[in-house]
């Protein structure tokens, strides 16, 4: 009896040494795996289309278009103004380090101080954004001007102390008391649009350009003028380092060098056919840059006048010049969307032609024309300005592949299929609609002979048909794209169309347009089903639709365009259900979520409003918006929910696509896995234990895993 309850306590010993140990492992892998999921967090931290997301977004697919380039004084950094904001680059390794957003205006214009301590903004409505460069804060925001007029050009002025600014079409300068963030002064003489600002190295001048063909030279102390006559509108300007000499570019093609003592012009270039829109000198006055024939920039041997160089890698107008401080590096940035760095030293060969950059330091494709999720919710496809297609993983924010579309086709619609992508573009050397099958780097094309400019593009649900609008005769053609055959043409609009949706059965098509109503289509048999709504015959603008959208079911469409409201109909009655009124000036994008309980509709002021849909058979359906979602800067096109439901896409004119983290924005209580009332470090280790299970599985892929944690770890201390 007591050898055996001696080797019962031995094995309940060895029994306890091994549980303890098994708990000691379990812990242990716990461990690991939170500083694997921390590390997994800091890194997407680290990423830059997570940076300053709005409130509601999990990441920022592109940059936003670029429009301004500018060296801090000191050379270590250069802010690039963009679409969404601000980009700070570090000058040695060309890197991002920041992003100054506010998430509701782009930034057209930009300027450091002159001790570099203050980073000036001209916003897209109006404002003068003021940040601290050191912290990255916000100071002041500036009002001046209005509200619906970009502020393109700033300049502060040698000593600090006076900021000037002007707005696209505004012929006033406003001169701004930086120290105080007050109004010191307004200078009035223009007959036309302000284009550019520049004080001369003394401070004791303004030189100021306009669509009026005038460059006007103002005496800061006391706002007296007196002009140089050019003629054709003046649209940029540059004093040389010592003061004595202006440079102009025009609407007539010149390049010109002022003597600012005679006010008389001491040399002029004619291009050949562009017009000069940016020109800059060296700090040490050697060179003069200037946009030039077929969007290349010219340098120039600023004392000589003959021409050094030609750098031709944008593809569209030249916006933005400007040279490093120490003379050795050249920035620009054109209506491609990119800044590019020049090496000046390696610009060695004099009248030698240079088709690449030193460094694409900013990139973005452009505004977004399309858009649509994968089946399984991992992929998107979208369609830019830039006619590339790129399919990105939703996870990590990357692109997986790109396919251009070569000539001038703009894509006008995109879809996954079973063997890729397909999309569909126009444009180029014929006015046909060129369907492409796109998958692993290869494309296969069929054209579906239009003939005529198209307009709007739509695939069916199953990818096999697809619908485009003849935007001169407003008819509507159907295409097999197995084949290419033309199926059937829509004949009953009396105006432009705009906007086309297919029923998620595909058996239904709507149409809409300048005329007001909405048409429903049999998509078998050709024919016209109903006329929603009234056909506009006087054509007006205040009720154009530019937005379909089926419900899942198919029985609700809602509509939305020109007057900001959205129409809900019952297809099956075709009677309209109720009048969504909200904030909205214009809504251009609408969207079902997949279970039928969301409508999201995008405005044309960057805003996206997420509806109860819930309510809209109801007696009594909803009058506003459950949420507001802000973070684009311009006109949302494009949207679209991801099949699982987790994500909304959406796609704007600012060049952005933000993913929304839609299932999870409005509550941290799923995330509460072990309910404590509270999401903690307790949450982390009670997923990390079931690993592998089927529950709970927080992002809806299927299993429990590391996914699933990264979920949580963001929220703790929420």
């Avoid at 041997?301 to 401080?325: C, E, G, K, Y």
């Avoid at 048909?465 to 829509?490: K, P, Q, R, Y």
Wanted: hydrophobic share 40%; glycine share 10%.
């Amino acid at each position: 009896m007591k050898t055996q309850r001696l080797r019962f306590h031995i094995g309940a010993f060895f029994i306890r040494i091994h549980l303890l140990s098994m708990i000691q492992i379990q812990f242990f892998n716990v461990i690991l795996l939170l500083a694997a999921i921390l590390f997994l967090s800091d890194a997407y931290a680290q990423d830059s289309a997570r940076w300053h997301l709005p409130e509601g977004a999990s990441a920022r697919l592109g940059k936003g278009n670029a429009t301004d380039v500018q060296f801090s004084p000191d050379g270590t950094q250069i802010a690039v103004a963009s679409s969404i904001g601000i980009w700070l680059y570090d000058a040695q390794t060309e890197q991002e380090v920041d992003l100054l957003t506010d998430h509701v205006r782009g930034i057209w214009s930009c300027v450091y101080s002159p001790d570099g301590t203050i980073l000036a903004g001209g916003g897209m409505d109006g404002t003068v954004l003021l940040w601290n460069v050191s912290t990255r804060q916000l100071i002041t925001t500036l009002k001046g001007h209005e509200w619906w007029r970009r502020v393109i050009t700033l300049a502060f002025s040698p000593d600090g102390r006076t900021l000037a600014s002007s707005a696209d079409y505004d012929e006033d300068v406003q001169l701004w008391d930086v120290a105080t963030s007050q109004h010191r002064a307004t200078f009035t003489g223009h007959a036309g649009g302000v284009t550019a600002v520049t004080f001369s190295p003394d401070g004791r001048t303004l030189a100021s350009a306009s669509r009026d063909g005038m460059i006007r030279l103002w005496n800061v102390a006391t706002g007296e003028h007196d002009g140089i006559l050019v003629g054709p509108e003046v649209l940029t300007l540059a004093f040389s380092p010592d003061g004595r000499t202006l440079a102009s570019g025009d609407r007539g093609n010149r390049i010109q060098l002022w003597d600012i003592d005679t006010r008389q012009s001491r040399w002029s270039f004619i291009e050949p056919t562009e017009i000069v829109s940016a020109v800059a000198f060296s700090p040490d006055g050697t060179l003069l840059a200037s946009e030039g024939e077929n969007n290349a920039i010219r340098l120039w041997d600023a004392n000589t006048s003959q021409q050094s160089a030609i750098l031709t890698a944008h593809t569209r107008s030249i916006l933005s010049l400007v040279f490093s401080p120490d003379s050795k590096t050249l920035a620009s940035v054109g209506e491609d969307n990119t800044a590019r760095l020049w090496d000046i030293n390696m610009l060695w060969a004099p009248n030698t032609i240079y088709t690449e950059s030193k460094t694409v330091l900013h990139e973005n494709p452009g505004y977004v024309s399309a858009l649509a999720f994968s089946p399984d919710s991992k992929m998107l496809v979208s369609g830019s300005e830039d006619r590339v297609l790129r399919v990105w993983d939703a996870e990590t924010a990357k692109v997986r592949e790109s396919f251009s579309t070569g000539d001038k086709r703009r894509i006008r619609a995109a879809t996954f299929l079973s063997d890729g992508v397909a999309f569909a573009s126009t444009g180029g050397t014929d006015k046909g609609v060129h369907l492409w099958r796109a998958r692993g780097g290869t494309q296969a094309l069929l054209t579906l002979q239009q003939g005529t400019v198209n307009t709007t593009t739509r695939f069916s649900p199953d990818g096999r048909t697809l619908a485009s609008v003849d935007g001169l005769n407003d008819v509507i053609l159907l295409w097999d794209l197995t084949t290419g055959e033309h199926l059937a043409t829509f004949e009953g609009h009396i105006h432009w169309i705009f906007e086309l949706a297919f029923s998620p059965d595909g058996k239904t098509l709507a149409s809409g347009g300048g005329d007001s109503a909405i048409l429903l289509w049999d998509v078998e048999s050709g024919q016209h089903l109903v006329t929603l709504g009234k056909q506009d015959v006087t054509q007006g603008r205040r009720d154009d639709v530019y937005a379909l959208a089926f419900s899942p079911d198919g029985k609700t469409l809602a509509s939305g365009g020109a007057d900001g409201l959205i129409q809900l109909w019952d297809t099956d009655t075709t009677q309209r259900l109720s009048t969504l009124t909200g904030d909205a000036i214009e809504v251009d994008a609408l969207a079902f979520s997949p279970d039928g309980g969301t409508l999201a509709s995008g405005d044309s002021d960057g805003t996206i409003l997420l509806w109860d849909a819930t309510t809209f058979r109801t007696p009594d359906p909803q009058v506003s918006p459950i949420n507001t979602l802000k973070g684009h800067t311009e006109d949302v096109k494009e949207l679209t929910f991801s099949p699982d439901g987790g994500t909304l896409a959406s796609g704007s004119w600012d060049g952005t696509i933000l993913l929304w983290a839609f299932a999870l924005q409005s509550s941290h209580l799923s995330s509460d896995v072990n309910g404590d009332g509270v999401v903690n470090i307790l949450d982390l280790t009670f997923i990390a234990t079931r690993f592998g299970e089927d529950s709970p599985d927080l992002n809806g892929d299927g299993v429990v895993n590391i996914l699933d944690l990264v979920i949580v770890a963001n929220l703790i201390g929420g």
